[in-house]
């Protein structure tokens, strides 16, 4: 099934094609949501190639970094509830970013920027992109202005290399999967409420499994946007491998009622000393071909770059598994 997009801009930002390499230009190591809410790095992992231990985990290999997408745009503020008034299935995300080159030891300082859809598959900055499907227009969610900047956030790791965010659950647009797209900074600091200097050390997605999905799709607001969603098997970056590629653990704030809310956890193992100035693989938004005609069409506001600029499936690298 799938989904789709949006398309504007925001005052001091604009729309960047920076993508993650390969392992050397720019990795991460991802890790299920063991003692994920505590404020302790998470070390637990699979198949290492940083072989160190801490507390008994063993990193993880290190994942290729992917391209971001067409719809980034620097500038976003330090917060943790991004929400800015956006309805939807309360998330709270908690991420730790550990060094996988330094037996998986906690990167305080380390910012973890996130952006994603709203429940209609809408990105602020981008309001005219249309999200595939059949979906009421964001003006009827009293969005709409360009510089908008809901869903869009840093947070800095603590000691512990742990951050926490407060958000929604995505919603889907064509041809995507439900995803969570970030970046993990380091050397930079905090200025005039966002986060400047420094470098990328990976850029990515976040996924969610399935049956949860389709689940919180039922619901209100999600349900008013119709349309045939992408499962992660059709999708074009996320590649199957589980935590190691994104997929976040999820845990229901109340079991029997989804609409509470979840609480989503991940362990980020990146290399601090690499950049991420390579292409990534997949799109993470442009159609691949034969892809619904319905992805995003919206044109930009002036002095934004056009979604055009991001990588286009010919220009990736052909591992869609390991795109954003």
């Given amino acids: 099934m799938t989904g789709n997009h949006r398309n504007s801009g925001i005052t001091r930002r604009r729309a960047l094609a920076v993508t993650g390499g390969t392992v050397a230009a720019g990795g991460i190591a991802i890790a299920g949501h063991q003692s994920a809410y505590a404020d302790t790095a998470v070390t637990t992992g699979a198949t290492a190639t940083a072989s160190a231990t801490s507390g008994g985990g063993t990193c993880m290999t290190l994942m290729s970094s992917v391209t971001e997408g067409p719809y980034y745009l620097d500038g976003a503020l330090v917060r943790k509830d991004i929400t800015e008034g956006k309805s939807g299935v309360p ?22 920027e996130i952006w994603h ?10 309001t005219t992109a249309n999200p595939g499907g059949s979906a009421p227009a964001e003006s009827e969610d009293g969005s709409t202005a360009d510089d908008n900047t809901y869903l869009r956030g840093y947070q800095i790791a603590n000691a512990n290399g742990v951050v ?4 929604i659950f995505p919603g889907w647009y064509t041809p995507r999967t439900c995803h969570i797209h970030l970046k993990v900074h380091t ?7 966002t986060y400047e200097g ?41 590649d199957g491998s589980g935590a ?7 845990d229901a704030v109340h079991k029997k009622d989804p609409s509470k809310g979840y609480k989503g956890s991940l362990t980020l193992g990146v290399d601090p000393e690499a950049e991420n100035t390579g292409a990534g693989g997949g799109d993470g938004g442009t159609p691949l071909s034969g892809a619904p005609s319905s992805a995003p069409t919206g044109t930009p506001p002036s002095g934004t770059a056009s979604p055009s600029a991001s990588p286009s499936p010919s220009a990736s690298a052909s591992s869609a598994s390991a795109s954003s």
């Fill in 187 to 193: 050397g930079g600091q905090k200025e005039d409420g």
């Fill in 117 to 126: 859809c709203d429940a209609w598959g809408y990105y602020s900055g981008y």
């Fill in 164 to 167: 926490k965010f407060e958000t």
């Fill in 244 to 250: 190691s590629s994104g997929l976040l653990t999820l």
């Fill in 198 to 238: 420094g470098k990328v050390n990976y850029t990515g997605q976040l996924f969610f499994p399935d049956a949860i999905a389709e689940e919180i799709f039922t619901l209100e607001p999600y349900a008013q946007h119709s349309g045939s969603y992408t499962t992660l098997d059709n999708d074009m970056v996320y």
């Fill in 91 to 112: 998330l709270t995300l908690r991420l730790t970013v550990v060094d996988a080159t330094d037996g998986c030891t906690p990167v305080p300082g380390a910012a973890v």
